[in-house]
Each structure stands twice: as structure tokens, then as C-alpha cells.
């Protein structure tokens, strides 16, 4: 929490605000709030408006833009989540402000890492879609070798002198499939990773 006055100067800082901007209570005490409270876009690095600016100018609760970072007196840069509101005297004029912010470090590197959990899942499914298309492929291929031949076969559509290369082919084709009933299902059980590249 921090507390200014009408002139933006600070007239009070909690511990977990002295904590955060590495100001104590007693050094903050009548500096401009943009000094204590140095705020800028993550993304850019540039200077955001003070929230306590435009809770003064409009007599409303005003929230940071998300993605907004505080700059410590150290240097260091702590992701907040804020808003500030105006304090109103007795006759509902504006004596000053309240500042409540927090630091989302943890909140975002939660949000990170599900983005990052988000991504890896989306690759596991393009590369499982891309084997299981390659798998139909490979599958597809000896079975239409097999089951043209043996359809000629049986319908007499093969000449005898025809009919050594078909059942060669039949057979060349049923190893193919068995090796692949091996290579997808028997290894992966063993825990090898089967590939059909």
C-alpha cells in the first residue's frame, strides 16, 4: 500500500511496499509518487502513466495496464498488478490517493508455464496427427497390394504363369504388415520409441 497526497508526494508506505520499491517509509515520505513508484511497460520499457495521476485527475478507481512492471530503487523489475484509488475528505473532495499493489512474479511464472505446457501439448498432437497419417499410409499400401492380388486370384483373373509373382507379392506384402504390427505396437510396449521414417 502506498498513500499519497493531492500533490502526488508520498505520505505513507507499507512494509510490503517498502519491500517492493526498496524505499522506506521514512525516505519516501514527500517525494513524487513517480519517483517511489516507478512503473513501465514490460514490453517496451517505457514510462506508464501512474495510476495515482489518473485516480487524482479523475476521481475514479483505475487499474494498471496489464504487463506493467515496477523498477525498485535497485533496479529490479517486479511484475505488479494495481489500482489505485482517490481518498475523499468529509465534504467528498479528493485529499489523496491509495496505491495497492502486488508482485505477480509467481502468478505469471505459473501462466508461463502453462503457455509452455499449452505449446508442448499442441506439438505432441501434430506429431502424433503426423504419425498416425504416416502409419493409415503405410498400412494402406500392402494391404491394397494383398487384397488386389488375392481378389485376381481367386476371380481367375491371374494367368497360371502370372500366378508365382502374385503370391510373392501377397506374401512380400503380409511381412511388411507384420514387421509394422512389430514396429507400432510390440517395440512401444518394450519402450522403444518406434519410428517410420
Not at 515496477?70 to 465534504?91: H, M, V, Y
Not at 503380409?174 to 517410420?196: N, T, Y
Amino acid at each position: 500500500v502506498a498513500i499519497t497526497d493531492v500533490t502526488e508526494r508520498i505520505t505513507f508506505l507499507n512494509v510490503v511496499a517498502e519491500g517492493l520499491t526498496g524505499w522506506s517509509d521514512g525516505d519516501a515520505r514527500g517525494r513524487p509518487a513517480n519517483e517511489v513508484l516507478r512503473l513501465v511497460s514490460e514490453d517496451t520499457r517505457q514510462p506508464v502513466e501512474n495510476p495515482i495521476t489518473l485516480a487524482l485527475r479523475t476521481g475514479q478507481i483505475v487499474k494498471l495496464p496489464s504487463r506493467t512492471l515496477l523498477l525498485g530503487r535497485s533496479g529490479r523489475a517486479i511484475p505488479l498488478d494495481d489500482s489505485a484509488a482517490p481518498i475523499k475528505n468529509e465534504q467528498g473532495g479528493i485529499a489523496g490517493c491509495v496505491m495497492v499493489f502486488r508482485d505477480v512474479t509467481e502468478q505469471r511464472k505459473t501462466e508461463e508455464a502453462y503457455r509452455d505446457a499449452e505449446q508442448e501439448a499442441r506439438e505432441a498432437n501434430r506429431i502424433k496427427d503426423d504419425f498416425l497419417a504416416t502409419l493409415s499410409h503405410e498400412l494402406r499400401t500392402p494391404l491394397t497390394a494383398i487384397l488386389g492380388w488375392s481378389s485376381m486370384l481367386a476371380g481367375g483373373g491371374v494367368k497360371p504363369d502370372a500366378s508365382t509373382r502374385a503370391l510373392e507379392t501377397i506374401i512380400r506384402n503380409a511381412r511388411h504388415l507384420a514387421q509394422l504390427v512389430v514396429l507400432v505396437f510390440v517395440l512401444p510396449i518394450a519402450g522403444v520409441r518406434p519410428s517410420l521414417a
